[in-house]
């Protein structure tokens, strides 16, 4: 009979392009389906940092590498408080951020950075943060990531889709690219999405490898894109119980 054999182990879903069963490329139709049912699922995803504006949300952003946003709502609070815009930011010594953002990580190099954004801003910008991807990736410490978020989520001017470690592993799992780089995920599912989708796609992918497309232990069972995710047929898709290991033979004296 067919079917897998009665003593393998079930292997779990991969990214980066691994582990996946063959699967024809992806389309604009058949990534529109997907996209359809991610909004079903998380109609109201929306990016997690909190901020009001968009010189907050930038900060978030440069705050959030190497940390988790739930991490960096604790710590900007305060750090607004003591500087609501660019030009108190820029004011700042390095000595008196880096006590406020400690608890993000790195917060040597991102207080360098924070300071070097806000004094380029104030300096070339007048103190308003820039709306243009050219201008944003021109601040220190602001990549193409980081200036996507701001563009799309602060602005409502997509420039590309933001690509985090969840859509990198997503997009890699759901087939719709092979790509290990940022920037060539980015631009193979810019292919595949309209623009006015970039961002609400982008939001509800990272809200959906959160919640449900787990890194170690995705949750294949209540996914509702696993009828059409190649990865899904590499993890059990119903409850198993723990193998019980074979008792081993005593050997007679």
């Given at each position: 009979?067919?079917?897998?054999?009665?003593?393998?182990?079930?292997?779990?879903?991969?990214?980066?392009?691994?582990?996946?069963r063959r699967a024809a490329p992806p389309t604009p139709e058949s990534t529109a389906v997907i996209a359809a049912?991610?909004?079903?699922?998380?109609?109201?995803?929306?990016?997690?940092?909190?901020?009001?504006?968009?010189?907050?949300?930038?900060?978030?952003?440069?705050?959030?590498?190497?940390?988790?946003?739930?991490?960096?709502?604790?710590?900007?609070?305060?750090?607004?408080?003591?500087?609501?815009?660019?030009?108190?930011?820029?004011?700042?010594?390095?000595?008196?951020?880096?006590?406020l953002i400690f608890k993000s990580g790195f917060y040597r190099n991102k207080a360098k950075s924070l300071l070097?954004?806000?004094?380029?801003?104030?300096?070339?910008?007048?103190?308003?943060?820039?709306?243009?991807?050219?201008?944003?990736?021109?601040?220190?410490?602001?990549?193409?990531?980081?200036?996507?978020?701001?563009?799309?989520?602060?602005?409502?001017?997509?420039?590309g889709i933001v690509v985090d470690t969840h859509v990198m592993r997503c997009a890699n799992r759901l087939g719709?690219?092979?790509?290990?780089?940022?920037?060539?995920?980015?631009?193979?599912?810019?292919?595949?999405?309209?623009?006015?989708?970039?961002?609400?796609?982008?939001?509800?992918?990272?809200?959906?490898?959160?919640?449900?497309?787990?890194?170690?232990?995705?949750?294949?069972?209540?996914?509702?894109?696993?009828?059409?995710?190649?990865?899904?047929?590499?993890?059990?898709?119903?409850?198993?119980?723990?193998?019980?290991?074979?008792?081993?033979?005593?050997?007679?004296?």
């Amino acid at each position: 009979m067919g079917g897998r054999p009665r003593n393998s182990t079930p292997q779990p879903a991969r990214g980066a392009g691994n582990g996946t069963r063959r699967a024809a490329p992806p389309t604009p139709e058949s990534t529109a389906v997907i996209a359809a049912l991610l909004a079903e699922k998380w109609p109201d995803a929306v990016v997690e940092l909190d901020h009001t504006n968009a010189y907050e949300l930038l900060v978030a952003t440069i705050l959030s590498a190497q940390s988790t946003d739930k991490m960096i709502n604790t710590i900007t609070p305060a750090l607004f408080a003591t500087y609501p815009d660019a030009t108190a930011l820029s004011r700042a010594t390095q000595e008196e951020i880096e006590p406020l953002i400690f608890k993000s990580g790195f917060y040597r190099n991102k207080a360098k950075s924070l300071l070097g954004m806000a004094r380029a801003v104030v300096e070339r910008r007048g103190g308003q943060i820039p709306d243009t991807m050219e201008a944003l990736i021109e601040l220190p410490g602001v990549a193409r990531k980081t200036a996507n978020v701001v563009l799309g989520s602060a602005f409502q001017k997509p420039a590309g889709i933001v690509v985090d470690t969840h859509v990198m592993r997503c997009a890699n799992r759901l087939g719709l690219t092979t790509e290990t780089d940022p920037v060539k995920i980015e631009q193979d599912l810019m292919k595949l999405l309209p623009r006015e989708q970039w961002t609400p796609f982008a939001h509800r992918l990272i809200w959906h490898g959160r919640r449900v497309c787990h890194a170690k232990q995705p949750d294949c069972n209540n996914c509702l894109l696993a009828p059409r995710c190649p990865s899904a047929a590499l993890v059990e898709l119903a409850p198993t119980k723990q193998a019980i290991k074979p008792e081993r033979t005593r050997k007679r004296a």
